[in-house]
């Protein structure tokens, strides 16, 4: 029965989120040429993701965003364990959000123009040492428009559902644009729906807010002692949360 059901669910998730996706592009397409900062950009994303985690049976809970504060920009730090991280952040973080997104996203017609109109960041992991200087302009070009970044600095989604060590990129981001660090920890999302199988599971997802830390003041030196700083919260969390930690 319970295969039945997972079965159901898994064909239900990609058939509808698939039709959302091509449904809500156009419209965020048309809303970001009108004016590409309008909060209905933002409503739209928000939609398409709430449409993604009813489909997969995730039950969402959200806890410390009293943290944030509205008209602040982030760096917004978070483990990686599923897909379903991406729609649970933008419902999380009740800000104008960004992420990173690998070139290979962007090889895909409509969802690409899409990503673009909104300001998602292109990363080519191929592009080694120019990658830096072509994120690093994206990220200004969001910041200048009041837009909040998530990193997840473990580079990808592991395959175990284990945490794995942070690199360092996200925290030289967050010195050099003076922007305070948001923590967030993430449980239960690899459980769901886990990398590399297209399979849904559903159940519950759990996501805790920490206190931002700023770097007002940091330079790169400090850059080693922040990630470190950022992945004791987030792997304490994660450890208390249930999930395991490199």
């Known amino acids: 029965m319970r295969w039945v059901i997972v079965g159901f669910r898994t064909a239900a998730t990609w058939i509808v989120g698939v039709l ?17 900062t309008s909060p209905v950009v933002d409503k739209i994303i928000r939609f398409w993701s709430r449409t993604w985690i009813v489909m997969a049976g995730a039950k969402l809970t959200i ?27 933008f419902l ?3 800000l104008p959000i960004r992420f990173l997104a690998k070139t290979e996203l962007f090889k895909i017609p409509l969802f690409a123009q899409g990503m673009r109109a909104v300001g998602i960041v292109e990363v080519d ?13 994206q990220a200004k070009e969001l910041i200048a428009k009041k837009r909040s ?11 175990n559902g284990v945490m794995k060590r942070f690199k360092k990129g996200a925290f030289t ?12 920890s993430i449980h239960g999302s690899y ?8 399979w849904v599971y559903g159940g519950p997802i759990r996501i805790v807010i920490d206190p931002p830390i700023e ?32």
């Open 125 to 137: 992991r191929e592009a080694r040492g120019a990658v830096h200087a072509t994120v690093n302009r």
């Open 215 to 246: 770097t007002a003041g940091l330079d790169y030196s400090n850059t080693g002692d922040l990630r470190d700083q950022v992945y004791e919260i987030i792997s304490s969390r994660v450890t208390a949360m249930g999930g395991e930690v490199a």
């Open 173 to 184: 981001m967050a010195i050099a644009s003076q922007l305070p660090v948001l923590p967030m």
């Open 149 to 159: 970044l998530i990193i997840y600095p473990e580079g990808t989604r592991p395959r």
């Open 63 to 89: 806890e410390g965003q009293s943290h944030i504060e509205a008209n602040t920009s982030y760096v917004v730090v978070a483990n990686h364990l599923s897909t379903l991280d991406i729609m649970s952040a």
């Open 20 to 36: 959302m996706t091509i449904i809500c592009t156009p419209l965020v397409l048309i809303a970001a040429f009108i004016k590409d």
């Open 92 to 94: 999380a973080i009740r």
């Open 191 to 198: 459980e769901a729906f886990p990398p590399g199988k297209a």
